[in-house]
């Protein structure tokens, strides 16, 4: 039993945000096998919010959550230490992949919790989480819907249901659009000024702003938005870069994009609100969304009419629903003329592609086909493994079973249990057959582009398409099989190969696609052909032209500019 002076004193300590001393105490009135339930939970808690912490006082942490709740299966205290042992595991996982491997014990402790209540928020959030990151996406879709039935208010929640089921047949473009209806309404609306009110005509130029969240080291979205900025024309448009993410990680392509735009500003320490009277003060009058559902902290700036234009482009490839976004930036690929009224954004649309990548600052080199050295075919995707949906482990796994002695290479831009991804393809008995690589083990940009080097043909995901992993591929000279989609977010790699004037890497159905790669296997010249084609002219098309597509950009912003 704990005294009245021993629990204030605690108490007190952890207001105080005395971690350090909360943990010494703890340890000093008790050893772990006597240890209280609470109080292993409250030590485990300080070993995780102490500025000094380190990777093995979460190891230590995560002992201390799973003693608690073998102590206290059957209250809230148990309940609460499963919540933070999955907390931990996932909020770590990008920094230490070791991490992965607690996600199965993780899951063995929400499933007992989960069968003994009936809902409670804050354990399905953090459960929703969890089969996130096992590659589960089915389940975490059943908790992402109980938490929309029991009318909760997370915003994180109902962005990653709509999200998340991009990444499966289950809903068609018609069953997203209609659920997007919704989602401006879990998000406020802030007392902005009105646009009439802000005197634009003060501007000597046309001034437009990119919004984003992942203005960041390397971030896959920099190598689309760098050179954008530097070619838009600078006589028209004054470019702002408006970054929610702190400047100390710039780095690489991120800081060549703040160099490439006119004005650059850190707003990662304002809130919303502050950030929409920033963004009018400055006024601006086109502002470009780069997030879409993937912040849902953040999004929320577009629900508020904050400039005349407003328009979503490149990160999150469907509609977000808000009757403030009045663009989604499109080609004729990606949506068709009888599926416009499936976007809540009329639909502005490009003539050729979407969207255009940098390239890269380093030497290419004529691709060697690796079968001339291996004798072996050997398939490869970047994507990231949640987006292996159970039709792409199908379809794989029927092309390694077919093609004699072939090797299929994965690495994900996040981190997974291999045995999960693995156990997908045993399966279909072709799990010999898959090499999983660590993102860790690939520090850099140019470490990750050479593991394409060791890939005879790329094999992109469906229905959730790669976008910047087939545009490295291919600028590596590396082909690409894609699927034809059904919206605008399974027919990214349609466009691509299209602008890239690679129709015949564009398989029709399932069936086609598995067809087109054995077909590749069994005629080394013909692949070794198309790669030496790609090498010489893909830098040469739509993909990777940043300056015509700035300036087909520039002409359809002008279009609606002259419109308001």
């Not at 005349?308 to 808000?322: D, E, K, M, Y």
């Not at 291996?374 to 493994?385: D, E, I, R």
């Not at 690679?502 to 086609?512: R, V, Y």
């Amino acid at each position: 039993m704990l005294s009245k002076i021993f629990s204030q004193n605690i108490k007190d300590l952890f207001v105080r945000k005395k971690y350090q001393e909360v943990i010494k105490k703890i340890e000093e009135f008790s050893s772990i096998k006597e240890r209280p339930a609470g109080l292993s939970n409250l030590i485990g808690v300080c070993k995780i919010l102490k500025l000094d912490r380190t990777k093995n006082d979460i190891i230590s942490a995560l002992s201390d959550f799973e003693d608690s709740y073998n102590k206290a299966k059957d209250n809230k205290v148990g309940m609460e230490a499963v919540i933070n042992f999955i907390t931990a595991c996932v909020a770590n996982l990008r920094k230490y992949n070791e991490f992965v491997n607690y996600l199965p014990k993780a899951k063995k402790m929400y499933e007992e919790i989960e069968k003994k209540i009936s809902y409670n928020e804050k354990l399905f959030a953090s459960g929703s989480d969890l089969f996130q990151y096992l590659l589960d996406y089915k389940k975490t879709i059943k908790i992402l819907k109980s938490l929309i039935d029991n009318n909760t208010k997370s915003k994180i929640a109902i962005c990653k249901y709509g999200f998340i089921n991009n990444y499966d047949y289950e809903w068609n473009q018609k069953d997203y659009f209609e659920y997007s209806k919704i989602l401006k309404n879990y998000f406020p609306k802030y007392n902005a000024k009105k646009i009439s009110d802000i005197n634009y005509s003060e501007n000597k130029k046309i001034k437009i702003g990119f919004v984003s969240c992942d203005f960041t080291l390397n971030h896959s979205v920099t190598y689309f938005v760098k050179d954008t900025a530097k070619f838009l024309d600078k006589k028209v448009f004054e470019i702002y870069g408006l970054s929610l993410s702190e400047d100390k990680f710039l780095k690489g392509s991120s800081l060549e994009l703040k160099e490439n735009c006119d004005q650059w500003y850190d707003l990662s320490k304002l809130s919303n609100e502050k950030v929409i009277n920033f963004i009018q003060k400055e006024k601006i009058e086109i502002l470009i969304d780069v997030m879409g559902l993937t912040k849902a902290h953040r999004i929320e700036i577009f629900n508020t009419r904050v400039t005349p234009i407003q328009l979503s482009w490149l990160a999150f490839c469907n509609t977000v629903g808000f009757s403030s976004i009045d663009y989604i930036i499109a080609d004729n690929h990606l949506i068709y003329d009888n599926e416009e009224n499936l976007y809540s954004e009329k639909i502005l649309r490009l003539p050729d592609i979407w969207n255009t990548h940098s390239g890269f600052k380093l030497e290419r080199k004529m691709p060697q086909l690796p079968f001339n050295k291996n004798k072996y075919m050997t398939f490869g995707s970047f994507n990231n493994f949640l987006k292996i949906s159970d039709n792409v482990i199908i379809v794989w796994s029927k092309i390694l079973s077919s093609v004699k002695n072939s090797r299929l290479i994965l690495k994900s831009s996040n981190s997974y249990n291999t045995e999960i991804i693995l156990e997908k393809f045993r399966k279909y008995g072709v799990e010999n057959s898959i090499k999983i690589y660590d993102r860790s083990d690939f520090p850099n940009v140019e470490d990750h582009l050479k593991l394409y080097e060791i890939i005879d043909l790329a094999l992109d995901t469906f229905p959730y398409n790669g976008v910047t992993t087939t545009f490295e591929a291919l600028w590596k000279g590396v082909p690409v099989i894609v699927l034809k989609g059904y919206n605008f977010n399974s027919r990214c790699g349609e466009s691509i190969v299209k602008n890239g004037n690679l129709d015949f890497f564009l398989a029709a159905n399932e069936n086609e696609y598995v067809e087109k790669a054995i077909y590749l296997s069994n005629n080394i010249e013909k692949l070794n052909m198309e790669r030496k084609k790609i090498y010489n002219e893909i830098l040469d098309t739509p993909l990777f032209n940043s300056k015509k597509f700035s300036s087909n950009l520039k002409d359809e912003l002008l279009k609606i500019y002259k419109k308001i």
